[in-house]
């Protein structure tokens, strides 16, 4: 009877303090995980708990090197037209020049001839009036740069020869021969040809004479011709 009493006793004890310390424990993990989830609460006594508290520095690396470009895009669609622009100002006045072009024959024929300038009477095209036919002489009505065509016929067993002349502006000196054109009609009918680009002076002068030293023959009926236009005025 006196160990049973004693039995009861000892296993009232033992309950007794496993409920204070399950107690106790309960307390304290309810307590952190209001702290983990931070609610943090005084304790009874005013005392505050312990929290720890933890800081991550974020250090930037180094930088990577760049990558591939992509691939172009697709062109997208046409924007609408935009509206016209202002009017700009109007331009600034063109000069104009007269045109400068001659076309003369023989008529009719002529010959024996040496050393005469030849006064082709036949004007076929004059504009700007720069050859004489009373004269037989072409003046430049301003500066540039000239071509001239000169066709030569013989008479049938005969030669014809002229030479183009340019003036000069020192009356000391002669006029300056530039080309002679040669033809001979021997056995058959025979003509020659020639072209010449020259730079001329305002006013001055070109024109064709029988050369020197050969009687000459000229078949006319327009196959004798003497013909020229400015080609790029000078500055």
Not at 138 to 165: C, D, H, M, R, W
């Amino acid at each position: 009877m006196h160990l049973s009493v004693i039995c009861i006793f000892i296993l009232v004890c033992i309950v007794t303090r496993v409920s204070g310390d399950k107690e106790k424990y309960w307390n304290h993990y309810a307590k952190r995980n209001k702290m983990d989830n931070g609610d943090y609460q005084m304790d009874d006594d005013g005392s505050s708990g312990c929290k720890l508290k933890v800081e991550c520095e974020n250090k930037r690396g180094a930088t990577g090197l760049p990558g591939l470009p992509g691939l172009n895009g697709h062109d997208g669609p046409q924007g609408p037209k935009g509206d016209q622009g202002p009017r700009g100002n109007p331009g600034l006045p063109g000069s104009y020049r007269t045109p400068v072009s001659f076309c003369v024959a023989m008529e009719p024929n002529a010959g024996p001839l040496e050393g005469q300038v030849l006064a082709y009477s036949s004007v076929l095209h004059n504009q700007g009036s720069g050859y004489n036919s009373t004269s037989g002489k072409f003046t430049a009505p301003e500066a540039g740069v000239y071509v001239f065509n000169i066709v030569v016929a013989a008479q049938e067993g005969k030669s014809a020869a002229v030479q183009l002349i340019r003036s000069v502006a020192d009356d000391n000196q002669d006029d300056e021969g530039i080309v002679t054109v040669w033809a001979e009609s021997l056995p058959r009918w025979g003509t020659s040809s020639n072209t010449i680009y020259l730079s001329l002076d305002q006013n001055q002068q070109v024109y064709l004479i029988a050369r020197r030293g050969l009687k000459s023959y000229y078949y006319a009926g327009r196959y004798t011709t003497f013909s020229g236009h400015l080609v790029a005025p000078g500055n």
